[in-house]
């Protein structure tokens, strides 16, 4: 069993910054992939970023590109997002998830065999 704690969401402003971390407890990683996610009210769950346990290639949304960096931490089974320059349709739920099964970066959620709780990102204008 995973149990994936995320913390260091918040309210900011347009154009501020924000950092996620989600801890991973319960086993450790050497393969798969660690992926964010976000769901605002009425939308569906979208990929946001994702990274390879092993080797740390990452993924991106089109629409994070360049504001958005994920990184890990493979001592700590930690992976982060630095998101900057905010906007406000960056507002939305954000959730960390587990994928176990091979050395990819999926971009669907119902892969994914783990999640965390999820944590609040809010962005006012």
């Known amino acids: 069993q995973v149990q994936l704690v995320e913390s260091g969401g918040g309210l900011v402003q347009a154009g501020g910054s924000l950092r996620l971390s989600c801890a991973a407890s319960?086993?450790?990683?050497?393969?798969?992939?660690m992926g964010w996610f976000r769901q605002a009210p009425g939308k569906e769950r979208e990929f946001v970023a994702g990274?390879?346990?092993?080797?740390?290639?990452?993924l991106y949304a089109d629409s994070v590109k360049g504001r958005f960096t994920i990184s890990r931490d493979v001592a700590k089974n930690t992976v982060f997002l630095q998101m900057n320059s905010l906007k406000p349709e960056d507002t939305a739920v954000y959730y960390c998830?587990?994928?176990?099964?091979?050395?990819?970066?999926?971009?669907?959620?119902?892969?994914?065999?783990?999640w965390g709780q999820g944590t609040q990102v809010t962005v006012s204008s």
């Open positions: 998830a587990v994928y176990r099964w091979a050395n990819v970066v999926p971009t669907t959620p119902q892969v994914y065999d783990y």
């Open positions: 319960g086993r450790t990683f050497s393969s798969g992939a």
């Open positions: 990274i390879r346990w092993n080797g740390g290639s990452t």
